[in-house]
């Protein structure tokens, strides 16, 4: 990319210990009288224990100021990129995942419908192979249906194209109901697993560090999906990022929150680039 954002965030943390000792047990304050104060250790670990909240809380906030300027320099590099030169890359990176072993294993993914508004790198042929492709080769495919602003997010079951309608932001989402009037299936709340997810993103690191749009709506829904793997005994799906050239930034660039979720492997126009030692044995 034109230019890279480096960032390295510090923490200073205080030791409740420390903070204790600076303390005495009773100590006198001079004026027109000798006053006398007792500061117990309970209180002491309290007063620590909100400085290391207000730490914590500054870091946090740091965090997000250094996505939200990485943010801004990505949508400045994907908004210049060459309108051939992403067609090229969008007919690249689908090509490579059509033809993925992992890809043509796979029963079940979910799957994003791409937003040219949003210089995602385009999904409209692999979704089309899923949709439209033999019966005996097509996958069972959910996409992401956006409830409300609180991160819910859900992925629903999709047979068709014409599954698909317009949201208010005009971004195509699966509606509620099929045309029967019956819900559509929720991946949430599934009998099967599905072994695959392709993820959109604004910028990626070889390191797995994946940077969404701010929303925290995919990692909302991957935690979730994580625990319900769990508590179902099933194997977890390999969590595959597509990824124009200009969206990999050097390792570090892209800080982490504890609710962040690393992805397993990237899709770029030059290839595959395993990363978890579950892509590494399956992209070998």
């Given at each position: 990319m034109n230019k890279q954002v480096?960032?390295?965030?510090t923490m200073t943390i205080s030791s409740a210990t420390a903070l204790a000792l600076s303390f005495t047990n009773r100590f006198s304050l001079t004026g027109s009288a000798f006053l006398r104060r007792q500061t117990s250790p309970s209180s002491a670990m309290s007063i620590a224990g909100e400085q290391n909240y207000s730490s914590e809380a500054a870091h946090l906030d740091s965090i997000f100021k250094q996505k939200?300027?990485?943010?801004?320099?990505?949508?400045?590099?994907?908004?210049s990129?060459?309108?051939?030169?992403?067609?090229?890359?969008?007919?690249?990176?689908?090509?490579?995942?059509?033809?993925?072993?992992?890809?043509?294993?796979?029963?079940?993914l979910c799957a994003?419908?791409?937003?040219?508004?949003?210089?995602?790198?385009?999904?409209?042929?692999?979704?089309?192979?899923?949709?439209?492709g033999h019966p005996e080769m097509r996958k069972k495919l959910f996409v992401p249906r956006v409830e409300d602003r609180n991160r819910n997010m859900r992925?629903?079951?999709?047979?068709?194209?014409e599954d698909l309608i317009a949201n208010s932001m005009d971004i195509l989402e699966p509606a509620p109901l099929d045309a029967d009037?019956?819900?559509?299936?929720?991946v949430l709340f599934a009998n099967e697993p599905v072994d695959l997810l392709l993820l959109p993103g604004l910028a990626f690191d070889k390191a797995g560090?994946?940077?969404?749009?701010?929303?925290?709506?995919?990692?909302?829904?991957?935690s979730r999906y994580q625990e319900l793997a769990e508590k179902r005994n099933w194997k977890q799906p390999l969590k595959i990022a597509l990824s124009y050239s200009v969206q990999i930034v050097d390792d570090g660039t892209i800080p982490l929150t504890p609710n962040d979720i690393l992805v397993d492997?990237?899709?770029?126009?030059?290839?595959?680039?395993?990363?978890?030692?579950?892509?590494?044995?399956?992209?070998?």
């Open positions: 480096l960032i390295s965030p939200k300027a990485l943010r801004s320099v990505v949508k400045r590099d994907l908004k990129m060459d309108p051939t030169l992403r067609s090229q890359q969008d007919e690249a990176i689908q090509k490579i995942v059509l033809g993925a072993p992992w890809f043509k294993a796979c029963k079940g994003y419908i791409s937003c040219s508004a949003l210089r995602e790198v385009d999904t409209t042929q692999i979704l089309s192979h899923i949709l439209g992925m629903l079951n999709i047979s068709s194209t009037g019956n819900e559509r299936e929720d560090r994946r940077l969404g749009r701010g929303g925290g709506y995919y990692d909302t829904f991957l492997a990237l899709v770029s126009p030059s290839g595959v680039i395993p990363i978890s030692p579950a892509a590494l044995e399956i992209c070998r």
